[in-house]
Nanobody
Framework: QVQLVESGGGLVQAGGSLRLSCATS????????MGWYRQAPGKQRELVAQ?????????ADSVKGRFTTSRDNTKNTLTLYLQMDSLEPEDTAIYYC?????????WGQGTQVTVSA
């Protein structure tokens, strides 16, 4: 079993910054892919950023140059981060952490990010 817990969401004005964290626990494989997805009201969940074990990253076009994802595996605990800068009202959504390993996909409960104009 794997548990993912997001934190760091909140309300911010346009142009501001937030940093999301995703703490993992449970049986984490050596090789995995972690990512951030978001879902705005009335829209489908979409991939925002992804990072593999080796550090290779992917970003959606809408967040390139503004968001940065990273992972930290010190102290035997894997944590995923999403640094969000120059936030826009269109970034308002629930952000979910995702872990893919061994053909399974795990999700966190989500954290709300609201960007006011």
């Amino acid at each position: 079993q794997v548990q993912l817990v997001e934190s760091g969401g909140g309300l911010v004005q346009a142009g501001g910054s937030l940093r999301l964290s995703c703490a993992t626990s449970g049986s984490i494989s050596r090789f995995n892919t972690m990512g951030w997805y978001r879902q705005a009201p009335g829209k489908q969940r979409e991939l925002v950023a992804q990072i593999g074990t080796g550090g290779t990253t992917y970003y959606a076009d809408s967040v390139k140059g503004r968001f940065t994802t990273s992972r930290d595996n010190t102290k035997n605990t894997l944590t995923l981060y999403l640094q969000m800068d120059s936030l826009e009202p269109e970034d308002t959504a629930i952000y979910y952490c995702n872990l893919q390993q061994d053909r399974f996909s795990w999700w966190g409960q989500g954290t709300q990010v609201t960007v006011s104009a």
